[in-house]
């Protein structure tokens, strides 16, 4: 990010850690213009020393020193963050939250000023650069605003827009995705094993097969169904595996497990 812009976290966890990481890495953002804030002194510390950035302990500190923020503080933590910072904020901060479950105007409420607020759902395929995240906007967020959250969110992976009311949709799919992707694995490694494979080979194998497959569906011009389809020789093996699938109601099974963790999220969000 060219110019003095400054950014700061609120809250050093493994996310913030992800996106520091991202952002100093890509060159978006110098060193001296990122800044974080945790009462967490272990995590403050290898902050500093894995990255070089400012930390402070205080919130409050970071507020006055970054015209944007990210509020990276854990949803039961966030109206203390809040409250802590709200004498700090003035109207031409942009507060970006990544914490789940939070809706906007929960934050607008606390902090008691009308300011430009973003909300994200990241997902954590992000800690290592390979993830997607979910924009909301506010309604006095604009498209400068937005895109600044798309570059900084770019730097961990991939960006989507939509709107607020669709959050609790993008938490059961690609916030909770991951774990329904590692309990796939866990099954085909133990499938493997199962067959006589060794278990260091099959979660090799797992792996990279999922590796694979997600770059050639990312890469590909071609709908999944197509993709499906030429791996699947009529009377195959590939054939033979995805009729039990069908049979036993895969997908019948996947739009209940989405369903159940959208509801779940909407009942999550009340709480606030």
Not at 30 to 41: C, F, I, S, V
Not at 59 to 72: D, G, H, Q, Y
Not at 181 to 207: D, I, Y
Request: with cysteine.
């Amino acid at each position: 990010m060219s110019g003095n812009h400054h950014l700061g976290f609120i809250g050093a966890g493994n996310m913030a850690t992800a996106l520091i990481r991202g952002l100093v890495e890509s060159g978006l953002y110098q060193r001296e213009h990122l800044w974080a804030a945790d009462k967490d002194k272990e995590a403050l510390e290898k902050v500093r020393e894995s990255f070089g950035i400012r930390c402070e302990p205080s919130n409050l500190k970071v507020t006055r020193e970054a015209s944007t923020l990210i509020l990276a503080v854990k949803p039961q933590n966030m109206r203390e963050a809040l409250e802590e910072i709200r004498g700090g904020i003035n109207y031409n901060h942009l507060l970006i939250s990544i914490a789940a479950g939070i809706p906007l105007r929960m934050i607008r409420q606390v902090i008691g000023r009308e300011i430009p607020l973003i909300r994200v759902m990241p997902n954590t395929p992000a800690l290592v650069q390979k993830g997607i995240s979910a924009l909301a906007a506010g309604d006095l967020a604009t498209a400068s605003h937005m895109a600044e959250a798309r570059e900084i969110f770019g730097a961990v992976g991939h960006t989507v827009v939509v709107e607020e009311v669709m959050m609790d949709a993008v938490t059961a799919l690609s916030g909770s995705g991951p774990g329904y992707v590692f309990r796939m694995m866990e099954c085909m490694v133990e499938a493997g094993a199962g067959v006589g494979l060794e278990k260091e080979t099959c979660l090799s194998l797992v792996v990279q097969t999922f590796l694979g497959a997600a770059h050639l569906a990312r890469e590909s011009d071609e709908p999944l169904s197509r993709l499906r389809e030429k791996v699947t020789s009529p009377g195959g093996t590939t054939a033979a595996g995805l009729a039990v699938f069908d049979n036993m109601g895969l997908k019948e099974m996947t739009m209940k497990a989405v369903d159940a963790a959208c509801r779940r999220s909407v009942e999550l969000g009340r709480d606030y």
